[in-house]
């Protein structure tokens, strides 16, 4: 089985504000999501940067086999939000998008305007099989990439670059925080017991602070000498598969020509235990193949085929 996720990049039907221009170029995103999808073959797929819910089920459709498309309500001011697409019936635990108390509303802009609320859903499901069931979050935090007031990508100058950073960071770190709330409440105290996954774009990579937020206890990391020795802490750890993944396939973007690892793949002991493999894009494709993004306007992309992220996987088995 292949539990996966993926960030499709502006997944809306053609003719509006953010979608494709034209149903041509629509129709080559779609054939070009729908291989990839076909030839990685998973049972469960996170996605996230869906901005219509009916491009999605257009995609279902051009796919091999019976899916179930399962969307968050909420969205952000685009419209994107985190789905499932599942050749397994799965049935939702919840769909928030609210901090955990007490952390507090955080900064957004210069006005001084805050939040405490995530830009898109975090959305929970239980997956259901013959042999045993697991719940998946999904979740898309802040990215790195920054607007500015009246709808630009660039700043009037490096102070006002620095503060959106900064707004930036409060927000992602604040939706990990959020994420990681409900993984507890998933967990249920013993992630050895219970099977959890978290999929998702976390917008940053291995090593940064706001994908750290959702481990949970330090130590045991994939890797390290504690990673063999059980303790209490494995009760609430969650383990990032990307260590397992191989090197030269360990990028899920690339920025301005470097290699990132932003997309992720998290997994409670329970499940960790179960996994064989990890990987980057379909079996076989060249993940090198990715375009090199270096423009933070989105709309640069819109008629573009295809993604700019590539998925990231693991393979269980029970």
């Not at 609320?117 to 499901?125: C, E, F, Q, S």
């Not at 090197?247 to 998290?266: K, N, Q, T, Y």
Request: hydrophobic share 40%; with cysteine; proline share 7%.
């Amino acid at each position: 089985m292949i539990i996966g996720t993926w960030n499709l990049e502006n997944l809306y039907r053609p003719g509006g504000k953010f979608g494709p221009r034209d149903k041509s170029a629509y129709e080559a995103k779609l054939a070009s999501l729908a291989a990839t999808v076909n030839e990685l073959r998973p049972s469960v797929l996170g996605v996230q940067e869906v901005g219509d819910p009916a491009a999605l089920e257009d995609l279902a459709g051009l796919l091999e086999g019976s899916w179930h498309v399962t969307l968050s309500r909420h969205a952000d001011d685009r419209g994107i939000r985190v789905g499932f697409l599942t050749s397994l019936p799965v049935s939702v635990v919840t769909d928030e998008d609210g901090f955990p108390e007490p952390l507090h509303p955080v900064q957004t802009d210069d006005t001084g305007r805050t939040t405490a609320r995530t830009g898109r859903g975090i959305l929970a499901v239980t997956v259901s099989t013959r042999a045993f069931f697991f719940d998946v979050v999904v979740c898309h935090l802040k990215s790195k990439l920054l607007s500015y007031p009246g709808g630009r990508f660039k700043p009037l100058d490096e102070g006002e670059r620095a503060r959106y950073g900064a707004y930036a960071l409060y927000r992602r770190a604040a939706e990990a925080t959020a994420v990681r709330a409900l993984a507890d409440r998933l967990l249920w105290g013993d992630g050895r017991e219970h099977r959890v996954a978290v999929l998702g774009d976390l917008n940053d990579e291995v090593g940064a602070a706001t994908t750290q937020i959702l481990l949970g206890p330090p130590g045991s990391e994939i890797g390290t000498p504690g990673f063999d020795r059980p303790d209490k802490g494995d009760a609430a750890r969650l383990w990032d598969v990307a260590p397992l993944i191989p090197p030269e396939e360990r990028f899920s973007r690339i920025h301005a020509g470097r290699r990132e690892l932003i997309d992720h793949v998290l997994v409670s002991r329970g499940l960790l235990d179960q996994v064989r493999t990890a990987g980057t894009g379909a079996p076989g494709a060249a993940a090198a193949a990715l375009p090199s993004v270096a423009d933070e306007d989105p709309a640069v992309r819109r008629d573009a085929a295809g993604s700019d992220h590539a998925p990231v996987w693991i393979r269980i088995q029970p």
